[in-house]
C-alpha cells in the first residue's frame, strides 16, 4: 500500500496508471492568457479548438490580435465555445497591455520583479485569479509555487485527509500547503504533480460522482477510507 503521507508516491502511482503526462497549453505566459481565452467555458479541449482556429484565422501575437477585425476575431473564436464577441474584446484588451505596459514582451517586462508584483500584474489581467496565476508562474518558469489544478483542488484533499470543504479556495489553499510541505520546489517536480492531479481529477476523482471503484490510488485514500469529515458522503 502507497504512503499516503508521501504526495511522491501518490504522484508515482498516478503516472504508472495514466502515463507521463505533458501540458497542452503553451507555457508561455501571454501565449498562456491568448490560449485561456480562446474557450469558453474554459476547458483544454474548448481552448484547444479556438486556439487551433486564432493560429490559422488571425495569428496569436498581439500586433495581429490589435489589427484583427472585431467580428473577424470572434468568428475565429467561435469554434472554442461561448461568448466569442466578449473573448475577441478580451484579447484586444490583453494585447494592448501587452504593448503598452509590458513592451510587447510579457515574460521579458516581468523579469527582476518580485514574485508578489508579477503575481498582482498577471492578476490584473482578465479571468486570471490565483489559481491562475500560480498556473503561469510554475509553467512559465518563473517561480517554482505550489500551483493545483483550478478545476480540481480537491483531488488532493480527498486522497490526503477525507472530503473536501464546500468552500473552493478553503480547499484550494489546503491543497497548496499539502504541496508545498511535501513537494520540493522545483519545476520538474510540481509540474509533474500538478499534471497528474489534474488528469486524475478529470478522468477518475470528479468532483461530482467520483469513480473509486476505478480509482488506482483507492487503498490509500482518506475519503474512499471513510474520512467525509463530518459532511454527508458525495452520492
Ligand atoms: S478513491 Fe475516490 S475520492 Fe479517493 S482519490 Fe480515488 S476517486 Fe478520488
Redesign the pocket.
Known sequence: MLSPSRLGDLCDALEKHYGQQEPSWPADPYLFLVWWHCGYPASDSACAKGWESLQREIGVGPDQLLKANPAKLALALKPGGMVPELRAMRLKEIAERIEKEFGGDLLEGLKGLPIARVRAALKKFPNIADPGADRILLFGGISPVAAVPSNCPH?LV??RIGQEHENYGVTYKEAQRMIAEDVPAKFDVRIRAYLLLKC?GQR??KLKN???SE?P??AS?A??GGNTRGRAAIS
Open positions: 483531488v480527498r486522497m486524475h477518475v476523482c467520483p469513480k473509486c480509482c490510488v483507492s485514500c475519503f474512499f
